[in-house]
């Protein structure tokens, strides 16, 4: 027995959006099976993980602070995988960011210092997120080193400077020890967008970028630029695009968009520095580029969708006891599925025998 | 027309209603074929006839919608390479099946089956060398190798399996006359061993050369079996097209005047681990000339390609002149810009992105200039460019503004040419341009370029098809390992003289002479 | 033993498993398949055998359970990538997502468990020469199995017709498929292995090198197993010596912590990860780009049929 791949020929607009619900009606049901093998009911699973969030105020507020972050690093990821880029560092430079950002907000903690300091650690944090993601860019365009493993190595270097920051110059000496720093001063601290919120504006910044991104990927030459980089690289040379440039602008933008949703999360959220101030959300967001087909719309959605996965995991820990890795498991065969449906749009696939078959 | 080969027991092989479906493609429609042991027959056709579909299930790769296949009388059925080359199958593809990387006798081993070892293909292969003059190194790597020596691991990896029947597609294309006429020599010697030969082709003078039976495929069926040597060239040629395809006219008057282009002294080191460098590259071409550039493929052409468009930039500004400006250091949009135009040999990845539309493909090569402003793309001027390059170079499109990869080879060539030329450049390169097309778009191609020519641009077109510059040029030169002979009229170059500067024996006598 | 020794053996057991990792992918990507979802793999083969192995107190089990789900994992990725052509970098890094998911899943309730030590094999008589001779010929089992492994590797991939077929499919899947050789079926045994490698890698990390499991232990040393391969130019021998350094400097860092230098534990524990960024670097720097990688390494393989 043997596969049989036939490229389709004309690829329905309607099975390329059916595709990804496909794939995630799948994957519920492989996790479904899981957690009865768990021996657990998947029904109840079901309730605890999507219908209970839904149906609290307070958990679709959770919802939108959870998805913020996932929707503002995919966005940048977009750009890198359009092009056919391996960036799989963004929790490095979410990191990053996060530290240039809160860098800004320790120094000027105890000061009257105003309304200039907010701003300018967001800027920060969209600087330091960028020269994070240039170096595997850099070392790409210059010296031809593999950038997959360049920013995924440089993910656990930025976690070893986080937690020596944590740990050692920016501990709080009144903190009885702890490893954190001290609490945001409200000018360094990202508001809500209205009062007894949960909201604050990174969800605001994250739909700018959304929109930004679907201007430029849809009527620009730099949009199109990238987008024939990823499917006819060569093509794209004999255009007049240089490969260099091409890498080093994605890098830099979705590094920068990865440091903006660092500090986003510290200011906005957990309000000091800590040795963990991530859900894993770098790693998480590749999910989310892929499940909303790096498209921007696409990803506004996937990002509330597996922000969903996160709120109904604590749930379901709390509730059901079950383990939080249960969620990474159903990030990870959602992924699986989402790609294996989008093979299907492309391949018609079957599976064939034939006499005195390979 | 029926060859009169006197029938004698059953044919070798016989394929009966052999059909092949692609999607809404029939490939293979019906066709009838056989041969008799012994026999070198042909298997005429075009560029997309579907004849290296049939053989393609003949030697058991793909396999057949509908239809059957006879070996010595009796039905069979190839469901693989392997099975094929147990019956007594040998094939050498057009694209040869090699690993560039692996060494020559690694090469021949792994075809073969268990029970030879790397030192029996070794011991083997010095004496089927020595037999029929196709010497080679075993132990070199296939990337270090001619074109007309990897033909030769092709051909001898079948001879070690004593092939009832040997199959080459389009076996001359890469090679120069000389090595082609060496080939033809072997063949006649296998075929008098009792080999049976099947031999694809769309050159009518080879196909009179060794056969005496041709089978005619046109649009995938068979049109017509015939002894080529008691038809007219003309008559053959029309069996295959369909249509008489008249010839490209080069005799409008025009008038050679001031250079576009001047190359002097371009050197550039390879491009990645088996490039080819080129060396002191001089080269001028004038507005209202064409000048080709022959040579065997992989002797530099690629890379002389590429740093011409700009792709890759020279070392020096001035060993690149486009219309009086230095522009070795230029990349490949101020080159346009200065009224440039290129066409890069592979059409789907180089020259077009395949999943792109057709109006998002002129952006290629337009964007700098006319379909985009303040880096937002025009959308609109795009499709008119894309219809306007569709309507005036007759490409023929299955929908309004289709993915570049749903056009046939031919017309998606007349549209990256016509893509260039309707910008009307006053330089434009050409790779290959016509490699893999159809006759009658060949003809409009190579027609459109002489045209431009005539209205004062200046043509360079780098082909491997010498029939082709013959055809088009006005001056030629021949390329062989990054070196390129003096330019010279095309009246003072004959066959057998470039022949001998493709395989660099003219460059070893000191200089090139006319022979 | 001396503080000398001890680090040595050390090194040595910090080093066998990536080396072991890296062996199984290098032959998974000579078929031309570059499999990202070492990590995950490797997570699942420690917390499986892990369990089994504290489960019916065997260690053979464990090692077992371990290379089971390590295969297990490479086969669900052979599915996606063969049987749907699907894109091979988003597939590995899917595998990893899962792989580590998963293990937490598996591993959760054996925490706080412990096994005991796997006892070293001794080579009477050469296990008695001073300094080399405990290092070399007192090993555990697995020291020996995996440099026996990457002997094994090297010949099978330049001695056999079969790691001949192996080469040739991962230089040009194109010529294979036109040749009839079989591209789907190595291609899939080549990634089975390398999973299987990687489940025993971890089962390494649980069963001998901490001996108790716990959540993201793996930390890393999948990706650095990748790394190695590309380090290694793709050749067996390179791996052994890569792995080895690699190792060193693991072992050096901790050592280097528990003497308190005055550097920060944080740089130290970088060193692994700045160190392979380094290499791949020095690499790129002497050989260009990505020497000695299989011609057709990561590309989908559709026959034109």
Known sequence: MRFELTPRTNISPVMRAVAPVVAFITAFLIAGFVIWLMGRSPIAAFDVYVL???????????????????????????????????????????????????????????????????????????????????????????????????????????????????????????????????????????????????????????????????????????????????????AAQFAGFSARSTTLAVFAISGGLAGLAGIVEVSGQIGQIQPSISNNYGFTAITVAFLGRLNPVGILIASLVVALTFIGGENAQILLKLPLDLTQAFQGILLMCVLAADAMVSYRIRFATRGGGK | MKADVPPSGPPLVELKGISKRYGDLLANDGIDLSIEPGEIHALLGENGAGKSTLVKILYGVIEPSAGEIRWEGRPVTIGSPVEARALGLGMVF????????????????????????????????????????????????????????????????????????????EPTSVLTPQEAEHLFTTLDRLSAEG????????????????????????????????????????????????????????????????????????????????????????????????????????????ELFAALSGERLADRADAIVIAGKPSGTLGIDARRRLSAAFVPEERLGHAAAPSHRLSENTLISHAAIEVSRSGFILMNAARRVARSIVQSFDVRTPEGDPQARKLSGGNLQKFVIGREIIRKPNLIIVDQPTWGVDAGAARLIRQALVDLSREGSAVLVVSQDLDELFEVADRMAVIHQGILSPLKPIGEWTKEAVGLEMLGVAQAQGGTRAV | MTTFEAILLTIVTASTPLLIAALGELVTERSGVLNLGVEGMMAMGAACSFAAAVTFDSTVLGVAAGMLAGALMAALFALLVLGFAANQTGSGLALTILGLGLSGLVGAPFVGARRDPVPPVDIPGLSDIPVIGRLFFEQDLFVYASITLTILVALYLVRTRSGLTLRSIGENHTSANALGLPVWRVRFWAILFGGACAGLAGAYLALVYTRFWSPGMTAGRGWIALALVVFAAWRPGWVLVGAYIFGAATVLQLHAQAAQFGVPSQLLSAVPYLATILALLLLSIRHGRAIGAPGSLGVPFVPDR
């Open chain 2, 94 to 169: 057009q694209h040869f099946s090699l690993f560039d990387e692996l060494s020559v006798a690694e090469n021949i081993a792994v075809a073969l089956s268990n029970e030879w070892s790397l030192s029996t293909v070794r011991s083997k292969l010095g004496e089927i060398s020595r037999t029929y003059g196709l010497a080679l190194d075993a132990d070199r790597a296939v990337w270090t190798l001619s074109a007309g020596e990897r033909q030769r691991i092709e051909i001898v990896r079948c001879l070690l399996q004593n092939p009832r029947l040997l199959i080459l597609d």
């Open chain 1, 52 to 234: 209970q969030p839904l149906s609290d105020p307070w958990s679709l507020q959770e919802l939108v602070v959870k998805a913020t972050p996932l929707a503002l690093i995919a966005i940048g990821l977009s750009y890198c995988f359009r092009a056919n880029l391996w960036n799989i560092g963004a929790e490095g430079q979410y990191t990053m960011g996060a530290i240039f950002g809160s860098w800004l907000a320790l120094n000027t903690h105890g000061t009257d210092a105003g309304l200039w300091v907010l701003p300018l650690m967001l800027l920060l944090s969209i600087l330091g997120g960028a020269l994070y993601g240039l170096i595997p860019a850099f070392l790409k365009t210059r010296f031809g080193v593999n950038e997959i493993l360049t920013s995924l190595m440089l993910v656990y270097v930025a976690q070893q400077i986080l937690d020596y920051l944590a740990r050692g110059p920016w501990r709080d000496p009144k903190g009885f020890n702890f490893p954190q720093s001290v609490t945001f001063d409200p000018a360094a601290t990202l508001p809500s967008i209205l009062e007894e919120s949960r909201v604050h504006y990174g969800a605001i910044f994250a739909l700018v970028a959304i929109l930004v991104t679907a201007v430029i990927l849809g009527r620009t030459l730099f949009g199109y630029r990238l987008k024939l980089t990823g499917d006819a690289p060569r």
């Open chain 2, 195 to 302: 080999c049976s030969i099947l031999y694809i082709s769309h050159k009518l003078e080879e196909v009179r050369r060794l056969c005496r039976r041709a089978t005619i495929l046109r649009a995938g069926r068979v049109v017509a079996t015939i002894d080529p040597r008691a038809s007219s060239a003309r008559e053959i040629a029309a069996l295959m097209v369909g249509n008489e395809v008249g010839e490209v006219r080069t005799d409008a008057p025009h008038q050679v005047k001031g250079e576009i282009l001047r190359v002097s002294k371009l050197s550039m080191p390879p491009d990645g681990l088996h490039g080819q460098a080129l060396r002191d590259i001089d080269l001028v071409v004038r507005s209202g000339e064409v000048v080709g550039i022959a040579g065997v493929a992989g002797n530099g052409q690629s």
